[in-house]
């Protein structure tokens, strides 16, 4: 119907979860979403079977875009990214958890986006919420590093660029398990079924951030 407003669709989906033997259980998710023309477009949210929530945010057009909110299996905020049309685009931050996992614990890192790229000062602190380390970049390229050791002994320069460098790793390949929580668990928007219900699972290696 011409107009009509989008439905919201719960689907049912997975993901590996390794298991001490080193097999592979799949863990369902509940995936609820709104369509258009095939492709995710609207509200979105990802929980457990329970109700928890992992992941909050929006798709335009099947791109992932607006505020993108991450809770951990237990419960506790660990992130959240600002995307525009799949871009980075706003400052991401991070949080630490406490031992049981069940709340934050301070935060982790602050770092502003542009198109994609670092741009601006990324900020980052310890576990017991002393400064850790403050770079800065210009469109993706770092400029400038400062770090200090959890004490607060500043690190010599040589050291806070290559920790520099370390950090930009680890961060990229989390923001990437991040994004594929959300991207590779979506809202089935071409149904077999009336239900609106389809068991999904994500790609061998796809695992959710605990």
């Not at 390794?18 to 799949?26: D, I, K, N, S, V």
């Not at 995710?40 to 990802?46: H, I, W």
Request: aromatic residues 8%; proline residues 10%.
């Amino acid at each position: 119907m011409v107009g009509a407003a989008p439905r919201l669709k719960p689907t049912l989906v997975g993901c590996a979860l390794t298991l001490a033997a080193g097999q592979a259980l799949a863990q369902p998710y509940v995936a609820v979403g709104q369509c258009r023309s095939g492709v995710p477009n609207g509200a979105y949210e990802l929980r457990m079977p329970d109700g928890r929530l992992r992941v909050v945010g929006a798709f335009a057009h099947g791109r992932m875009t607006g505020t993108f909110i991450f809770w951990n299996a237990a419960g506790a905020r660990i992130a959240v990214l600002p995307l525009d049309y799949d871009a980075r685009a706003g400052t991401i931050a991070l949080w630490y958890t406490a031992p049981d996992g069940r709340k934050e614990a301070g935060h982790k890192l602050e770092a502003p986006y542009i198109d994609d790229r670092p741009h601006g000062v990324k900020r980052s602190w310890h576990p017991n919420g002393a400064p850790r380390a403050e770079y800065r970049y210009e469109h993706g390229m770092l400029s400038a590093a400062r770090a200090w050791s959890e004490a607060g002994t500043p690190l010599p320069d040589a050291e806070a660029e290559s920790l520099a460098a370390r950090d930009a790793a680890a961060d990229e390949t989390f923001y990437a398990s991040l994004l594929a929580t959300g991207g590779e668990n979506l809202p089935a928007c071409d149904l077999d079924g009336p239900t609106g219900e389809t068991p999904r699972s994500c790609p061998p290696g796809i695992m959710p951030p605990s």
